[in-house]
T-cell receptor
Framework: AQSVTQPDIHITVSEGASLELRCNYSYGATPYLFWYVQSPGQGLQLLLKYFSGDTLVQGIKGFEAEFKRSQSSFNLRKPSVHWSDAAEYFCAVDPRGAQKLVFGQGTRLTINP | DGGITQSPKYLFRKEGQNVTLSCEQNLNHDAMYWYRQDPGQGLRLIYYSQIVNDFQKGDIAEGYSVSREKKESFPLTVTSAQKNPTAFYLC?????????????FGEGSRLTVL
């Protein structure tokens, strides 16, 4: 079945440590790929997106993501997290031509001081 | 400033009542969406509309209804037929085609059924 999976429900990292959030998808053709962030009680904001081309994508707030076709993955990374990065992160896909986004279950990020 | 406005932010409803959530955008976007968010389940698509006077069911449309009479507005009605309506509801919009890549979200409406 077509799906988007974020294996980690909750991750805790120390401030200044590196971060990697995992996202795997299961679609026949490579979909368009996105990462969004949600602060508590708020809407979502786009961090970055991948359509084609360079497999390493840079986004806002110092985030980047790498598309790996062989692993059907689109993992989000940040070299050094800040306390303000505490939020929920969602991976999303647009199956090409579907005209709608499908979201993963989300990963809640906690930052230890 | 351009954006999406959802109202009310908090809403309480008795069982058996219909409620309507408002969503207005001034981004001149053609496409609008309603998502439902429950803890641990991500966002699930309820309805979406690519153009005025047209809309499609998403993955969980049962118990909900929408209208798109104006480009700027996409209200969602949660009917009494929705068995478990307590949730956080998010409205979003985008340029037509979606492969422009970005949904713009409102701040959400939290519905609680008493």
């Amino acid at each position: 079945a077509q799906s988007v999976t974020q294996p980690d429900i909750h991750i805790t990292v120390s401030e200044g440590a590196s971060l990697e959030l995992r996202c795997n998808y299961s679609y026949g053709a490579t979909p368009y790929l996105f990462w969004y962030v949600q602060s508590p009680g708020q809407g979502l904001q786009l961090l970055l997106k991948y359509f084609s081309g360079d497999t390493l994508v840079q986004g806002i707030k110092g985030f980047e993501a790498e598309f790996k076709r062989s692993q059907s993955s689109f993992n989000l990374r940040k070299p050094s997290v800040h306390w303000s990065d505490a939020a929920e992160y969602f991976c999303a896909v647009d199956p090409r031509g579907a005209q709608k986004l499908v979201f993963g279950q989300g990963t809640r990020l906690t930052i230890n001081p | 400033d351009g954006g999406i406005t959802q109202s009310p932010k908090y809403l309480f409803r008795k069982e058996g009542q219909n409620v309507t959530l408002s969503c207005e955008q001034n981004l001149n976007h053609d496409a609008m969406y309603w998502y439902r968010q429950d803890p641990g389940q991500g966002l699930r698509l309820i309805y979406y509309s690519q153009i005025v006077n047209d809309f499609q069911k998403g993955d969980i449309a049962e118990g909900y209804s929408v209208s798109r009479e104006k480009k700027e507005s996409f209200p969602l009605t949660v009917t009494s037929a929705q068995k478990n309506p307590t949730a956080f509801y998010l409205c979003a919009s985008s340029k037509t085609g979606l492969n422009t890549g970005e949904l713009f979200f409102g701040e959400g409406s939290r519905l609680t059924v008493l």
